[in-house]
């Protein structure tokens, strides 16, 4: 999120928040909850960072990726499948897939 394009796409169709799975800092769950960072990250079975997480509007877990982001056209892709709601159809993986075989097309 350190270039401007790709905050200005996430800001357009996302509220992001970072969390530390270790720190203490209370905020509210999805639920309304009182919750710390740390017992948010247990509760949703983060085990370690980079986990990018991402939830519809009743806040039910959507898209989940577990590894660090290669580039910055990966992280504006990422974006992209969730946003186009591509992730009900197809993994990650295979979007990318997709997308890399239509650019070289």
């Given at each position: 999120l350190n270039r401007r394009d790709v905050q200005d796409f996430y800001h357009q169709r996302f509220i992001s928040f970072s969390i530390n799975i270790y720190g203490a800092a209370p905020f509210e769950d999805f639920a309304g909850r009182a919750v710390t960072e740390k017992t948010f990250a247990q509760a949703s079975g983060i085990m370690g960072t980079p986990t990018l997480m991402f939830y519809d509007l009743e806040g039910r877990e959507i898209?989940?990726?577990t590894r660090a982001i290669r580039d910055?056209?990966?992280?504006m892709m990422l974006g992209e499948f969730v946003a186009s709601g591509a992730y009900r159809t197809r993994k990650f993986a295979e979007f990318l897939r997709?997308?890399?075989q239509r650019k070289g097309s």
């Open positions: 898209v989940r990726l910055p056209n990966e992280f997709q997308h890399k």
